[in-house]
């Protein structure tokens, strides 16, 4: 048995939407011969982000070309997930515990940007990975409701910081937790940039692979002290066909990246109108605005999500339809919008950041 070819065949295997071959992304971990003699071996795989399709791809593509080998009989595939901290777009310092925060942005109000993100890190974390949203959008915080914990408050977790809310397997913190119901928050830019960033560096939010920051909309100077202030690894920006909609998400894109934040990607949001009675698919906003965008921007359109009834039913129900419909095909989008999300953060956010975490004590 040659494990020097077993070694070259596995490394420059390239699954469907990735960069780089297994060994150059640096997946490959070793070949362990199980039974010499009778041709059984174990290839053990370390993922850096989570990916839904690998698993399956390997199987079906890899699996039989291992078994062409002379004297290998049966394959064993041993894949874990050790997802990496990627390089920060900005010198601020990393917050405690969080590997990754991925700014989730839209230009204008109304295009769906929470429910997004609540599905997109619900979804994330179905994936196998450690995953946390911050409101940050001060003025009218929405993800309390969206996740079923209105009524939560944030306890004491030690002299300088309170607990992240648990919400459905996410770690979660919002001025929505503090904040007395109907409570108005009437306070200038900077005033609510530092409340922000408070409850950013002074929650305990435990170990997290990816901490999403649901951005308030606009382009205002929160969102930009937001973008300059938060160690960001990547944006993704959500958006509906609507032209006057893609006009503001547009600066949303030129923000972040005159403030160097990579943009991943962009999502389409009600795409179309799906009726809950015939099933009848309609474009009321249009079509293939984000797609032409995307192009414009040299960018990708990450996902295109329907409006139905039962995603805003799900949400209104404070539990978000990846978990109130887990074999839905809703799920199923939001499920590759995870993978395709962290794949492209990973590869196109430069370089695997070499500072050694900052762990909790």
Not at 215 to 239: E, F, K, R
Not at 264 to 288: D, K, L, R, W
Request: aromatic share 6%; hydrophobic share 45%.
């Amino acid at each position: 048995m040659d494990i020097t070819k077993i070694n070259r065949l596995v490394g420059i295997f390239q699954p469907a939407g990735w960069q780089q071959n297994i060994a150059d992304a640096g997946v490959f971990e070793k070949v362990e011969i199980l039974d010499a003699k009778a041709g059984d071996i174990a290839i053990f795989l370390r993922l850096p982000f989570p990916s839904p399709d690998f698993e399956k791809e390997i199987e079906l593509k890899l699996t039989s070309k291992v078994l062409l080998l002379k004297d290998v009989n049966k394959v064993c595939w041993h894949v874990s997930l050790d997802v990496a901290t990627l390089s920060r777009c900005n010198e601020a310092a990393a917050v405690k515990g969080v590997k990754n925060i991925i700014a989730v942005a839209s230009g204008k109000g109304g295009v769906g940007k929470s429910t997004t993100t609540v599905n997109l890190a619900l979804a994330m974390a179905k994936l196998g990975a450690k995953v946390g949203i911050m409101d940050a959008d001060i003025y009218g915080p929405s993800i309390p409701l969206m996740l079923g914990a209105k009524d939560e408050r944030p306890v004491q977790h030690d002299e300088n910081t309170m607990k992240a809310i648990r919400a459905h397997g996410l770690a979660v913190n919002s001025i929505g937790f503090i904040a007395l119901d109907d409570q108005a928050m009437i306070w200038r830019g900077p005033m609510a940039s530092r409340a922000l960033m408070q409850i950013l560096t002074e929650t305990y939010w435990g170990e997290l692979d990816y901490l999403f920051i649901d951005m308030p909309p606009g382009t205002g100077d929160i969102q930009l002290t937001l973008s300059q202030n938060i160690p960001v690894t990547g944006a993704v920006i959500v958006s509906t066909p609507q032209d006057v909609a893609l006009a503001d998400a547009a600066k949303g894109i030129t923000m972040f990246r005159k403030v160097n934040v990579p943009v991943v990607g962009i999502v389409e949001n009600m795409s179309t109108h799906i009726c809950s009675n015939c099933g009848h698919e309609e474009a009321i906003f249009g079509t293939g605005g984000v797609v032409k965008m995307a192009q414009r921007f040299d960018s990708e359109c990450l996902a295109q999500l329907p409006l139905h009834i039962d995603l805003c039913a799900d949400i209104d129900a404070g539990k978000p339809t990846v978990i109130a419909q887990p074999d839905s095909k809703f799920t199923a989008i939001y499920t590759e919008l995870a993978g395709k999300t962290a794949t492209k953060l990973f590869f196109e956010t430069n370089t695997i950041s070499t500072e050694i975490p900052i762990k909790l004590t």
